[in-house]
């Protein structure tokens, strides 16, 4: 075939996976039509995660085999997405989907609050049931509830909200049509639609001679949706005050009454923070245990979207993906704000004082709003007050886009009023009577007292327009955009902040107390009267508010956040959740300001390590069968505060772990020939104040040679397997290690029983060390998100240098420590060339009694102080005087020191060992679930 001049080539593709064919009326069709706003590629990954959802959750089971299916004939999954990312956009593509695939009826469980209800339902109104109201779309399904009781301001009883009538269930189903609810996660509307799926469906689909589908997508599953077994276990089952709203929910399809045995059903749970779902399983309804996935987000790295096959299953993924749009398509979460924008001083750390903050965090935002408003040439926002339109269009058209900024004082009530009332302070209102007048009448504009101060003194506004640019040139550099950001004079600043952003902003408290703003609005306003438009009313706002803004409200076009909140137990599910700078902000990302204390600011940065690190644990699952996924906290901060009873589990070994289980001295001990086959090596007598304390190898080990003599060991009284609570652990954080770079020679973990349970783990455990040294190797080149460093808890080893980590990695030392027994005859040890004298520490039930030997922590220079610093005599260093740590410093080499211990009445000499660890190496530390099998250890 000839080329035509001035066309395109024509290709022919080839689908290993061919997309399947859409009808130009599908569901799916009609939906990808209303997603607009997307680019091709983030419209194409909207598409690909849905059908991953789909086909690896919805429709994964075959109804035809029940041991697919849970006794409830139920399936319940999980689908975790990002903060502010388009969780909403995945749930509604899958609902799509999931129709075309022949999913009957659809349940979106949307918000616990009526504002929250509605916002999706008028967004699953305008995008999935897009379209004319006429009756083709009527006929096509069943909406329930309808937009006329949904949608208005008028109360109905909830009967009547979530009315299904009989005849048109039965027509709709029949005929192949969905039935699509939207329900607010409340309990009594809960009750209310469970009533009426019993009354009007349940009889219907046990008619249909089929088997019946239900979808149920749990918008914020982890707010609501979330059983704890330990505060619940003390309540009374009947009076006791018991979270129902998770009952309710698996009511709908699993209801005391019953339902039909030919009905079956699918639960997702969607949300940003998944912690507290994980680690409820074994008692919550809902806890996902049949599947879970991720969603993508855009950025400039990641394994591309295959938008050629959206259906290809196999594709690789990755927790982001390339965005050929650029940066004003990125997700700016805490990637963009936390690491990668590190150089662009996106986080401000707050000083001490609280006056000081609110100017520096509002002068920042008026200069931001001045700068947006002069690159969109648009009406300002003290202009657009008085403007008056002729079409909603035209209001929306003129005038510049919101401009927003988030003060978070407390958690409290009175103190968001307070907070507002600060800032009107500030900026010169002369009182707080004034001040709370203007606030209650929801119209606190900044006075003109603080113009006079900016004219009077422009020193502190001007330094953050220099602070932009360099902010802008730093992001450039980052992320290899062009062209570069365009920045008006300062001049020209100063005279918007003068006319437009100082009098046009508006300070109000959202949050639930009945004197506070319903919520920020966005959209033009019509006057009855007259018909014409006015623009929006939140064009320039500085919102105070507490735990309302932490779910569901977006603050458009938001750069700034002054979050001056403080926990004595910080939560990270719930801290996750307050980040409401998250979002889409790519296009003015170099004009976004955090500020928070440099400790809040540290949790931050932590919470996005561990967030990304589960993120990726769940990614590699889903494309090759890796392990669940470790729910992760750190030392300073818990996952989530809906769980009661949770532990935290390290897993190095700390830093002087005594490996307590012994071998019989009845029996020859096979460590000793372990010991033996090593110290046919050059060794040395260490000798310290003129006494022989023992010997010690002339050479030390790498980390791979230490691990593989632990492993070396055996007992016959201790013999872990390969399933446990430990061995899950260290499979996890290897699936993770093998995610960014694949690991040469796995596992880990190496118990005696490789294939079985074997015996119960214990914390000071030999093989447990053998693979903490592993994984320290790994890590060595791997940024692993997700775990911190060892006596530095606070620092996170994915920002760690890792060539010095590299150059700094500890060699071990191996000595053995004489006691003062006999001389050992009867064992392959005394055929070394030197004696080797036992102790005698106690030994009951195959455990010493003791571990380390005594320490004299007032030894001076010349002087033992200890076993701990056994190797330092050999090597002529200091031992320290004192220290407020057990770990050696970072960067210095560890020890194995092994005993040879025999009483007299013993027939043969058995071998224990301690091992002392430097600092700077990985730690991780796993949240567990009140009552799993553990194993415990005391924290040095």
């Known amino acids: ?60 089971a075959d109804t035809a085999k029940s041991e697919e299916w849970s006794s409830r004939r139920s399936r319940t999954g999980l689908v975790m997405g990002s903060v502010q990312s388009g969780k909403t956009a995945s749930m509604l593509g899958v609902s799509a989907l999931a129709i075309d695939g022949g999913v009957d009826i659809i349940i979106v469980l949307a918000g616990t609050r009526l504002s929250l209800w509605r916002q999706t339902y008028e967004r699953l109104v305008q995008q999935l049931d897009s379209g004319k109201d006429d009756v083709q779309k009527i006929k096509r399904r069943l909406l329930c509830p309808l937009p006329g009781i949904a949608l208005s301001d008028q109360t109905h009883p909830l009967a009547t909200t979530y009315r299904l009538p009989p005849a048109q269930v039965r027509q709709r189903l029949s005929q192949g ?85 030919n009905l079956f059903s699918t639960y997702i749970a969607y949300t940003a923070t998944p912690q507290a779902n994980h680690l409820q399983e074994d008692h919550n309804p809902l806890a996902p245990r049949d599947f879970m996935i991720a969603l993508r987000t855009p950025l400039d790295v990641g394994h591309p979207v295959d938008t050629t096959d959206p259906g290809n299953l196999n594709a690789p993924r990755s927790s982001t993906y390339p965005e050929p749009a650029g940066i004003r398509s990125y997700y700016t979460g805490g990637e963009v704000f936390y690491r990668r924008g590190g150089e662009g001083g996106l986080c401000v750390p707050t000083t001490k004082s609280a006056q000081q903050d609110i100017a520096d965090a509002v002068r920042a935002f008026l200069v931001a709003g001045a700068i947006r408003l002069h690159r969109s040439g648009k009406l300002g926002p003290a202009s657009a007050i008085t403007a008056q339109f002729d079409t909603e269009d035209e209001a929306l058209a003129s005038v510049t886009s919101p401009h927003s900024m988030l003060y978070h004082p407390s958690a409290a009530i009175l103190d968001h009023f307070r907070g507002a009332e600060d800032i009107l302070l500030w900026a010169g209102i002369e009182d707080r009577a004034t001040t709370r007048k203007l606030l209650d009448a929801r119209d606190a504009r900044l006075p003109d007292t603080l113009v006079n101060d900016l004219q009077a003194d422009p020193a502190p506004w001007a330094q953050w327009l220099d602070k932009y640019v360099a902010s802008a040139r730093a992001i450039e550099d980052e992320f290899d955009t062009l062209p570069p950001k365009s920045f008006p004079a300062w001049q020209t600043v100063e005279t918007l902040l003068v006319n437009e952003i100082i009098p046009g902003t508006r300070v109000a408290v959202v949050n639930s107390d009945p004197n506070a703003d319903d919520r920020p609005a966005y959209a033009p306003s019509q006057d009855p009267g007259t018909g014409r438009w006015s623009a929006a009313r939140d064009l320039s706002t500085i919102f105070v508010s507490g735990n309302v803004m932490a779910r569901g409200l977006t603050l458009e076009g938001m750069t700034t956040a002054l979050f001056q909140r403080s926990s004595a137990n910080p939560l990270a599910d719930t801290q996750m959740q307050m980040q409401r700078w998250f979002g889409y902000r790519g296009s003015y990302i170099e004009l976004c300001r955090v500020f928070a204390s440099s400790d809040q600011l540290a949790l931050f940065r932590a919470y996005h390590d561990v967030d990304e690190a589960v993120r990726a644990a769940i990614t590699e ?71 022989l304390r023992g010997r010690i190898l002339n050479v030390p080990l790498e980390l791979t040679e230490a691990a593989e003599l632990l492993d070396r060991l055996t007992f016959s009284d201790y013999q872990p397997g390969s399933e446990s609570f430990q061995a899950d652990i260290w499979n996890r954080v290897q699936a993770r290690a093998h995610a960014v770079a694949p690991l040469p020679d796995p596992p880990f973990y190496r118990p005696p029983v490789r294939d079985g349970k074997g015996g119960v783990p214990k914390r000071a455990c030999p093989y447990a060390i053998a693979a903490y040294l592993r994984l320290w190797l790994a890590s060595l080149t791997r940024p692993i998100t997700g775990l911190f460093v060892t006596g530095h808890p606070g620092d996170l080893w994915s920002y760690a240098d890792l060539g010095r980590k590299t150059v700094g990695q500890p060699r071990f030392w191996v000595g053995i420590r004489y006691g003062d027994g006999a001389a050992v005859s009867n064992s392959s040890l005394a055929r070394l060339p030197f004696n080797i004298y036992a102790t005698r520490k106690s030994v009951a039930g195959g455990e010493l009694k003791t571990t380390w030997g005594a320490s ?85």
């Open 856 to 940: 004299d922590p007032i030894a001076g220079p010349g002087q033992f102080r200890g076993d701990v610093y056994f190797d330092y005599y050999h090597r002529n260093l200091a031992v320290p005087m004192s220290s407020d740590t057990a770990w050696r410093p970072s960067g210095s080499d560890g020890q194995i020191l092994f005993y040879v211990n025999q009483h007299p009445g013993d027939l043969y000499p058995t071998v224990a060992v301690g091992v002392c660890l430097p600092a700077g190496g990985p730690e991780q530390f796993a949240a567990t679930r009140a009552g799993a099998a553990t194993v415990t250890r005391s924290l040095p």
């Open 177 to 261: 049509k969905p039935v699509i609810i939207v329900a607010m996660k409340q309990t009594d509307h809960l009750h209310a639609l469970a009533a009426s799926l019993r009354a009007n469906v349940f009889s219907v689909v046990k008619e249909l001679g089929r088997t019946a589908h239900m979808l149920l997508l749990d918008d914020e599953a982890d707010d609501g949706s979330i059983l704890d077994a330990v505060v619940e276990s003390s309540q009374d089952p009947i009076y006791g005050r018991l979270k129902q709203i998770p009952r309710a929910i698996a009511n709908l399809w699993d209801p005391p009454q019953g339902s039909p045995d």
């Open 621 to 691: 699952r889903m494309m090759s069968g890796a392990p669940d996924p470790t729910v992760l906290q750190g030392l300073n901060f818990e996952a989530t505060g809906k769980i009661a009873g949770v532990g935290n589990f390290p897993l190095s070994p700390g830093a002087r772990p005594f490996v307590t289980v012994i071998n019989d001295g009845q029996q020859a001990d096979p460590n000793a020939d372990v010991v033996a086959d090593l110290f046919a090596r050059p060794s040395s007598d260490v000798t310290v104040a003129n006494v």
């Open 1 to 60: 075939m000839r080329a035509v001049p001035g066309r395109a080539p024509l290709v022919e593709h080839v689908y290993f996976n061919p997309p399947a064919p859409q009808q130009a009326d599908s569901w799916w069709a009609r939906y990808k039509a209303q997603l607009t706003g997307l680019t091709d590629t983030a419209r194409a990954s909207v598409e690909a995660d849905s059908r991953y959802i789909l086909r690896c959750g919805v429709l994964a």
